[in-house]
């Protein structure tokens, strides 16, 4: 079992930033991705951002340029660097572990889910 615990959410206003922090715990494996997906309330849980075990990174669309994924393998932690935020990016976002070599693209692939935590943009 992995335990996935999010930290960093909040109301801001539109155009400010936030920084999401998940910290991992329990039988993390040394190849894994993590990423982070999130939920608007009446819409489907969809993927934000993901980063593999090497490194690499994919993005929705619809944060290119504004959001920046990290990971600190030696911490067992993984960061969404979020600016630029706009109302629509308002949802309750979820820290995701997949065990292996691949990467997360849908909620299908994920082993693991973080409680959540809440952003909130205003505009």
């Known amino acids: 079992q992995v335990q996935l615990v999010e930290s960093g959410g909040g109301l801001v206003q539109a155009g400010g930033s936030l920084r999401l922090s998940c910290a991992a715990t329990g039988n993390i494996r040394r190849f894994n991705a993590m990423g982070w997906l999130r939920q608007a309330p009446g819409k489907q849980r969809e993927l934000v951002a993901a980063?593999?075990?090497?490194?690499?990174?994919n993005y929705a669309d619809s944060v290119k340029g504004r959001f920046a994924i990290s990971r600190d393998n030696a911490k067992n932690a993984v960061y969404l660097q979020m600016n630029s935020l706009e109302p629509e990016d308002t949802a309750v976002y979820y820290c995701?572990?997949?065990?292996?070599?691949?990467?997360?693209?849908?909620?299908?692939?994920?082993?693991?889910w973080g409680q959540g935590t809440q952003v909130t943009v205003s505009s």
């Open positions: 980063i593999n075990y090497e490194g690499s990174t």
């Open positions: 995701a572990e997949r065990q292996g070599f691949g990467s997360i693209a849908s909620p299908t692939q994920v082993d693991y």
